[in-house]
């Protein structure tokens, strides 16, 4: 309910998000609180959905709530963090 969003540093978690379809995802941290989770389907880039989340912090989370502008990338088969808009940063 509150400070969900911490549970994007649980690896075991991550890896359960992504069992029902075996594939990679995006993290999308939607506040604080909540992160949102896109497969990875090829169709939009990490910089589109970067701009979203850029689009909602700035109109719709207040300052103090705002966990980060980055789009994370999550690789189901190697099991690996990265940042989607700065894929060297892990």
Do not use: C, W
């Amino acid at each position: 309910n509150l400070h969900g969003a911490s549970t994007l540093l649980y690896t075991n978690q991550q890896h359960e998000n992504g069992q029902p379809t075996g594939r990679s995802f995006f993290i999308l941290p939607s506040s604080i609180h909540e992160t949102i989770l896109i497969k990875d389907n090829g169709k939009m880039s990490a910089e589109e959905l970067q701009r979203m989340v850029m689009e909602v912090n700035r109109t719709q989370v207040s300052p103090e709530e705002v966990l980060s502008d980055e789009v994370y990338s999550y690789d189901y088969r190697e099991r690996k963090l990265t940042m989607a808009t700065y894929p060297g940063q892990t």
